[in-house]
């Protein structure tokens, strides 16, 4: 008797432990390393990071309302598209917005600040530093060359597409389950007809 109402319940529990890894695993892994330059960075990641499975957490509550397996289909494609498209963004981000200093990204500004160091340099040795050697100059401080509100700026560009990013991936794998246990309930009802 407990196996079958185990088995009646499969459904939930294998999208409520879906939902709870991707919870989990929000902070098991690691922040990019461009987040430990600023305390606050730190929190609010996190805090988006879980809010964005919390939302994520809310596609299992539609999903014991909704069975359509079409609709799911769609949720999956939109979610998958949207991940690829987000994280693509980032990615680009990233690499335009952070340098590299000693096995860490530093979040850069968009504006230079009076008396820019990298003129200096060029100034000095007749040529500019190269992209991965600027922190070098700087010795990894970002506020020498480039200001405070453009550092800022690109820093929460960052932090909301990272946000967007786990929460289209929570959302794809709660959907792209809930499409695969849809499916398999509906070929093993087609079977026990025949």
Excluded at 29 to 53: C, Q, R, Y
Excluded at 56 to 65: E, M, N, P, V
Excluded at 101 to 112: A, M, P
Excluded at 149 to 169: A, H, K, T
Aim: with cysteine; proline share 4%; hydrophobic share 50%.
């Amino acid at each position: 008797m407990p196996v079958a109402k185990l088995k009646e319940v499969w459904k939930e529990i294998t999208l409520l432990s879906t939902w709870i890894a991707a919870v989990t695993g929000a902070f098991i892994i690691p922040l990019p390393s461009w987040h430990s330059n600023d305390e606050n960075t730190s929190f609010l990641m996190k805090f988006g990071v879980f809010i964005a499975t919390v939302l994520a957490g809310f596609l299992i509550l539609y999903s014991l309302k909704n069975k359509k397996i079409k609709t799911w289909m769609r949720l999956s494609i939109e979610f998958i598209v949207f991940f690829i498209g987000i994280y693509a963004a980032y990615h680009f981000t990233r690499e335009a917005k952070t340098l590299p200093y000693l096995d860490k990204d530093i979040v850069i500004g968009n504006e230079f600040v009076d008396n820019n160091p990298f003129e200096a340099f060029k100034a000095s040795h007749g040529f500019s530093p190269a992209r991965d050697e600027k922190m070098m100059v700087i010795l990894g401080d970002p506020e020498k060359a480039w200001t405070k509100e453009g550092i800022m700026f690109n820093r929460i560009q960052l932090m909301v597409l990272l946000f967007f990013c786990y929460l289209f991936s929570a959302g794809f794998i709660i959907s792209f389950c809930n499409l695969i246990i849809l499916y398999k309930e509906k070929y093993k009802i087609k079977i026990e007809k025949k």
